[in-house]
T-cell receptor
């Protein structure tokens, strides 16, 4: 089976940096996704990691360690609009279905 | 280019009634997914289509749920009869192929069964 763990909620201050962690245990691994989902909206793609290391994309960066079954999403220079749920999702292998975590609800405060 | 389009956005029905959701994926996307998302949870895959073929429907409650994707484009998800526990957001997503690194989601249909 697949097991993905994320913190349920986090709070951070505008302008600060926040790190959202995700740990996973899956039968096989073929990539890890991060999605952003604002309340009442569809998830939108943020990043996809398949190899170890850090990938930076503007204010958002995503890190993966396959040996540790661990990833994090790093958000810099937080803005109020970053308040949303952040979903970690894992593709176990090949064309197997992507499994989503329960998401981390981030609240950015002034 | 239009994204994934779903309708309706909201639906309220009484239990035991039927309901249908419609999805139009991004043009050219061969893979179409239906997900169900309960409040405070991540999306859960119900069914995946490759063109018109359902290739993964292991999570679809087949006693009451059905889906079709005629001609490999639009898709419809139906529930008959609906139960109180079916209240959720039903998301449709599409991608170029099953191995694509990015799936695009529609706005979803929020179903409330009363």
């Amino acid at each position: 089976g697949q097991n993905i763990d994320q913190p349920t909620e986090m709070t951070a201050t505008e302008g600060a940096i926040v790190q959202i962690n995700c740990t996973y245990q899956t039968s096989g691994f073929n990539g890890l996704f991060w999605y952003q989902q604002h309340a009442g909206e569809a998830p939108t793609f943020l990043s996809y990691n398949v190899l170890d290391g850090l990938e930076e994309k503007g204010r958002f960066s995503s890190f993966l360690s396959r040996s540790k079954g661990y990833s994090y999403l790093l958000l810099k220079e937080l803005q109020m609009k970053d308040s949303a749920s952040y979903l970690c999702a894992v593709r176990p292998g090949g064309y197997q279905k992507v499994t989503f975590g329960t998401g981390t609800k981030l609240q950015v405060i002034p | 280019e239009a994204g994934v389009v779903q309708s309706p956005r909201y639906k309220i029905i009484e239990k035991k009634q039927p309901v249908a959701f419609w999805c139009n994926p991004i043009s050219g996307h061969n893979t179409l997914y239906w997900y169900r998302q309960n409040l405070g949870q991540g999306p859960e895959l119900l069914i995946r289509y490759e063109n018109e073929e359902a290739v993964d429907d292991s999570q679809l409650p087949k006693d009451r749920f059905s889906a079709e994707r005629l001609k490999g484009v639009d898709s419809t998800l139906k529930i008959q009869p609906a139960e109180l526990g079916d209240s959720a957001v039903y998301l449709c997503a599409s991608s170029l192929g099953a191995g694509s690194t990015e799936a695009f989601f529609g706005q979803g249909t929020r179903l409330t069964v009363v």
